[in-house]
């Protein structure tokens, strides 16, 4: 019995060293990911109209708050993860819909940044395994989009 719980004690070391590296590791992790800036968008088009949020975190990685108001139907709200590729930024918008808390929807988006503003493209989605992703070597169209982001002061 002695050597039981001899066996077990020597065993479940390993574990415990392992979870104390794991917290070490999120907390490290959470110190690169602070906020180097935020900035604030608007958008309209017709009768929608959409304001984005985007934190710059020092990981290179991009947060924030994302909502569009179609005419006539409930609001989409959520957050966006993503990061810059050149001039581009991906993300992966988190959103319910309206009343809706229940069901929450993740679409990838486009923006491309030029001239001071974020133009929201659009692009051929597919959907594997319960994942959306933009097609691969399907351009994403930023002309067609309708969506015109322009910098503005955050509330």
């Known amino acids: ?70 005419d006539g139907k409930p609001k989409n709200d959520g957050v966006i993860t993503g990061k810059f590729s050149g001039d581009t930024l991906l993300v992966d918008y988190q959103f319910k819909t309206g009343e809706d808390t229940v069901r929450v929807y993740t679409n990838p988006l486009a923006f491309l940044k030029k001239d001071g503003k974020l133009i929201m493209g659009v692009g051929q989605i597919e959907t594997t395994l319960g994942r959306s992703y933009f097609v691969k070597g399907k351009p994403i169209n930023y002309e067609a989009g309708k969506f015109v982001f322009a910098e503005t002061t955050c509330k």
């Open 1 to 70: 019995m002695k050597r039981n719980l001899l066996y077990l004690a020597i065993v479940s070391i390993p574990f415990a060293v392992a979870c104390n590296q794991s917290e070490k590791k999120a907390d490290t992790a959470n110190e690169k990911d602070s906020i180097l800036n935020t900035t604030c968008y608007q958008a309209g088009f017709e009768k929608d109209s959409a304001s984005l949020k985007v934190n710059n975190l020092e990981s290179g990685k991009i947060t924030g708050n994302l909502t569009i108001n179609y």
